[in-house]
């Protein structure tokens, strides 16, 4: 068992990731956030374990689904509902919405729409932090869907080649928009398909944020040692809500409840509830809600961009 | 939305309906054509462009992919070469910059390469994305890049009949189509005959005749300069107004005619202007028209395409802009008009799916 | 051991391609070959050895590297020879020269200059082979370069898939023009690779002309009677001369003439000559001698394509 | 080749000699910056652009890639991001179309996207290839592509002076920046200044003065242009030659005032002309000038580059057609002269290597 301060930090995290995506459920009728958002509920448990392994001067890449991975690696909060808002107070100033989120303070260097792109893009961020002995490891997540892509082999291939210190993080949770894995691939074989390149790589059933958080942390121990080179973990997972906006989607026929109950029931978040003191909870909960309430009204209250701010940020 | 047809009992149809219509019944027609693409079997079915197919023609005919952009564009040829026809959807043109490879350096150049050996007949559907926070990689508009290269048809059709016309075509066509469609353009409705047709390649559109200005507008710009076109009005302003449909081919010949009578163009593309669309209008008229005429372009601001909406609306043109360029064109510049409406009624209305 | 005819089949098929190649590289100083040549002299076995088990209906797809392909599967050779001097009679009418071989009605799908291309778009015929019931098994060509490009995993995931038609003939002669395959990927374990994609694969060692063409004669067979899907074959082999061009390339320093030595001592064509009676190999010598000559003097005496013709086939 | 400089003791230097001392020079300066792509440290060193860099800098600053170029842009673009200056270089520009994703997707968005926080400083080296037989896949000029989208730069110098300013210029530069070379000015020489120097984004040269048309030349062209402008003295044609240098930002203030002054605007692509650079200035020009100016381009043939000599030499413009092209612009279309020279010796004398 992990010791009580990092089951409180992974319960917080996971909190605050839940806490905010269902308030922006909540109040996406009100048409106030105007950007497609990629709900990760559900699906807490990996950004938290895999960022509570890391240092602040670590770096992380991930995708249009990319709310926790921000905020478990560190990114205000502040900007980011600021940001799903279109404010200038946003994390991208408001050009960049819910896909394209980035605090390169806390190490989130950004997220992208184009599937497999952040791939490339981490191989090139651990690429430079090796050549210039920065000692940064880097972590990109990506989905299931991703793997299918040819920049994937060849981000797989080169980073084995050079050895790079990065971790992929592979959230497979079953679908591609609404498209299950073996429509996509002949096995159910990501694992085995990276270690051919010479990546360690692991599966992690269960949307486990104990199992997570220990199994990435010795994987990034081992890259932060310069024992080994890149790992990739294959995280289990599941994603509760509709591949792209507030609410679910049982209605369309292409996945049952019943699929999803398993899930369901093992929340992560109740399972370290229980496992952490009552009034430690208590506090915990209330931290987190009167920061999301502050976020929220921190990006109502923030002005939209100037239209200057249109032809600003083209060229640097 | 004119269109040549004026039978008194008109059949609506939307356009991803008009989509769908073509692509069943050149299904029908043809046992070879394949609809294939990320998600043209899934519930959402491409805004309903593909609804059903699967059922109908089975899953060899009609099948989701793996994102795997590149490889399945040059999937598609290699099928197309061997007698299939191929049409291959993307729900935004985004994701086509993965297969420019496979679309450039093969499916426009094999038929030449090969000394007219190996026709290439696929048709690349793809959607432009706008509103809602579509943002920097879901709203681009590459149709110039297309439209660039020998070898590559390019049909941008801005209503559901010249939709299915120019759909029909592209699929009995033996050479790679870019059939571009826009997401705003899916709530529009026109008659659209059941029988199947085809809209020639290289035709313009004259969407409405004018004496003072040409306004060419492509794609969902088509619509914004229909609209800005019936604002002019209440200024005498006369605007002739012209869809091309066609990029590549284009219908040179249309233009230089209404320009010669107007002596003014503008273009409005639904695009950057730098080597775009309009660049091409602008710079085939000044070539070849003997006494001078005003030329001017509008198109997407010369940045990323910015999330947040307020941004977002400064970077597309709309009727209301049109309206103001054109009547400055024919008015002067100290002409200070702004129609009260702004138009772009589709862009504030959007909230999705995406 | 294979059958007499076979074997002289597989001679009569090597020597030509040597011997158009060797002539290309004679007569390449008096520049009327005005195209870049990647000659396939030392790699003649793999297409000799994988052609030989194709029906004519088959279907091949190759690289600029492609003249022995294209000769072995069938291809006219008159229009080959009359492609590289850029004349009309060429089979691609001389637009497209050496890289570009094309000739359809012997089942050669096409060869291009872009590395990777032709491996999707050969998957692309098997799955028009196989949604048409068409029976005819589809092969392509490749480098080991061309492994490391996005649409070789993109291919190889499809063709596994849909369980196409399809053979994957990988030659591997250790460089990418002058990179070793170790210097572009972690480990030479390429049929590994493929495997995990659920691509039967298999190495064959030593350029061994008879080891070809039984294996891949297996693999078309199983392919033809529906028993098994996706092959590939990584064939071992070795390019004699420079990567493009007539000559030679020690002076390069990348490789060494002892590094070449083995191959050229078990030079498959010598070694199926000693298993051939004298007199049939004096009479396929000189045909193939008299069928090479007609070939050039064919080319030599072909006319130049009218100017118009720049404008011919753009669109068809 | 005209450069600002008038040493008397002039260094003299060839294209690859000038970007490799850029590169070496850079490289020096800063540590950052690395040099990567198919075969950058094999004994051909890309016609010696890269030759000895590696021994000089290590592998880790200099290293040739796996043949993946979508992946391994993605991998400059994130080695930009963490603080390297990365320098790809495609040993054509055809094979850039693999890495379009990375290229129009990401990197030129990437700063835009991100409100200004993550700039991209990558530099795109790719050559233009021509001349025996190259061919469909080995011969196209996709700068107008690239033109096309905000926040990339592209340069194409057309001789060592300028190749190694605009070089040093681009791996300075916070920006994307593609970098056109053509293979026929490998072997072109002129003055270059042993020390380090940055030309200034945004400046045509004007490599001649002249009164009575202004020819544009981009990248070889620019050479060929040269070349014409020589011929057309024999019939008292005063042309004014621009290279542009740099196209994306492009020097629209020195093209006006040369059309001002001349009242005529040939443009010479190296490239095709539909939506390319040529209809971009033309359409500039165009919506700029109050009184009429007379208005072309050439460029490449709207064909695939076909590989036989023949047919390939009908593809191209060259000094001859350019002239003949300029006089009758400037003499009336009746005016049949026809220069002696063809000019592009360079492309009749190669031989490669490719
Ligand atoms: C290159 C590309 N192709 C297609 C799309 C459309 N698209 C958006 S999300 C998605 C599915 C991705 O699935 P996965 O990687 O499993 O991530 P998940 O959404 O499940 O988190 C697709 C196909 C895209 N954004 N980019
Ligand atoms: C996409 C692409 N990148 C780079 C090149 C340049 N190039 C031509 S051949 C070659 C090496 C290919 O090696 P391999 O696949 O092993 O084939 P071989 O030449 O050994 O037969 C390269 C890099 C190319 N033609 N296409
Ligand atoms: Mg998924
Ligand atoms: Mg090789």
């Not at chain 1, 002995?133 to 869907?145: E, L, P």
């Not at chain 1, 992690?204 to 081992?222: C, H, P, Q, S």
């Not at chain 2, 801005?158 to 189509?177: F, M, Q, T, W």
């Not at chain 2, 609209?227 to 219908?251: C, F, N, T």
């Amino acid at each position: 068992m992990p010791d009580p301060e990092v089951i409180q930090d992974l319960y917080r995290s996971m909190l605050r990731i839940r806490g905010v995506e269902q308030r922006i459920s909540d109040i996406y009728w009100d048409d106030k956030i105007k950007s497609p958002v990629h709900l990760s509920i559900g699906q807490e448990a990996v950004a938290a374990g895999v960022c509570q392994t890391l240092e602040p001067k670590d770096v992380v890449f991930g995708t249009y689904r990319g709310h926790h991975v921000y905020l478990a690696k560190g990114g205000d909060m502040n900007a980011m509902v600021a940001e799903l808002y279109g404010k200038v107070t946003g994390c991208a100033r408001g050009k960049g919405g819910s896909m394209h989120l980035i605090d390169l303070e806390h190490g989130v260097s950004g997220t992208s729409a184009v599937v497999g792109t952040t791939i490339a893009n981490a191989v090139g961020a651990a690429y430079a932090s090796k050549l210039k002995k920065m000692g940064i490891v880097i972590v990109v997540f990506f989905g299931d869907g991703a793997v299918d892509e040819g920049v994937y082999h060849e981000s797989l291939n080169f980073a084995a080649l050079k050895n790079l210190p990065i971790v992929f993080i592979c959230e497979n949770n079953g679908y591609a928009v609404h498209s299950p894995i073996l429509s996509r691939r002949n096995s159910d074989n990501i694992c085995e398909h990276a270690r051919v390149y010479g990546v360690t790589a692991e599966r992690i059933e269960g949307n486990d944020v104990i199992a997570i958080n220990e199994r990435v942390g010795k994987a990034v121990a081992a890259i932060r040692s310069g024992e080994s080179g890149p790992h990739l973990l294959e995280i289990m997972t599941y994603r509760w809500m509709e591949h792209v906006g507030p609410g679910e989607d049982f209605n369309l026929g292409y996945r049952t409840p019943d699929e999803r109950a398993p899930w369901t029931d093992s929340d992560q978040i109740d399972g370290l509830r229980g496992q952490i003191a009552d009034d430690v909870v208590t506090r915990i909960d209330a931290e987190v809600l009167a920061e999301i309430d502050a976020a929220f009204e921190f990006a109502e209250n923030s002005p939209f961009p100037e239209p200057e701010e249109l032809y600003a940020h083209v060229y640097g | 939305m004119s269109t040549d047809n004026t039978d008194t009992n008109q059949r609506i149809l939307t356009y991803p309906e008009a989509v769908r219509e073509a692509t069943l019944q050149e299904m029908e027609r043809d046992d070879g054509v394949i609809v294939m693409g990320i998600g043209v079997d899934d519930p959402k079915a491409i805004y309903g462009t593909t609804a059903g197919l699967q059922e109908r023609f089975g899953e060899d005919r009609v099948f989701d992919t793996p994102l795997s952009e590149d490889g399945m564009t040059g999937m598609a040829i290699g099928a197309a070469q061997m007698g299939l026809r191929p049409i291959h959807v993307h729900i935004r043109m985004d994701f086509v910059l993965l297969a420019m490879n496979q679309l450039i350096n093969v499916a426009a150049k094999n038929l030449y390469t090969f000394g007219g050996a190996a026709p290439v007949p696929i048709v690349v559907r793809s959607y432009i994305g706008r509103s809602w926070g579509q943002g920097p990689q879901h709203s681009q508009a590459l149709h110039s890049m297309f439209m660039h290269v020998p070898g590559l048809r390019v049909v941008a059709p801005s209503n559901p009949y010249d939709a299915k016309g120019a759909l029909i075509a592209s699929i009995r066509d033996n050479n790679p189509v870019m059939f571009v469609e826009h997401r705003l353009l899916s709530d529009s409705t026109s008659h659209v005959p059941e029988e199947p047709y085809a809209l020639p390649f290289g035709k313009a559109r004259v969407q409405q005749q004018g004496s003072d200005i040409t306004i060419i507008g492509i794609s969902y710009m088509a619509v914004e300069a229909y609209r800005a076109a019936q604002y002019l009005k209440e200024v005498g302003v006369s605007a002739e107004v012209i869809d091309p449909v066609s990029l590549s081919p284009l219908d040179l010949e249309t233009i230089l005619a209404s320009v010669a009578k107007t002596g003014r163009l503008l273009v409005v593309d639904n695009g950057w202007l730098t080597c775009g669309a309009s660049a091409e209008i602008l710079a085939s008229v000044a070539e070849n028209v003997e006494s001078p005429v005003s030329l001017k372009r509008m198109g997407f601001a010369p940045v990323t395409c910015p999330t947040t909406p307020g941004l977002e609306q400064g970077f597309y043109p709309n009727a209301q802009t049109i309206a103001v360029m054109a009547n400055q064109m024919v008015q002067g510049k100290s002409a200070d008009w702004v129609p009260d409406e702004i138009g772009a009624t589709e862009a504030t209305e959007f909230r999705g799916p995406f």
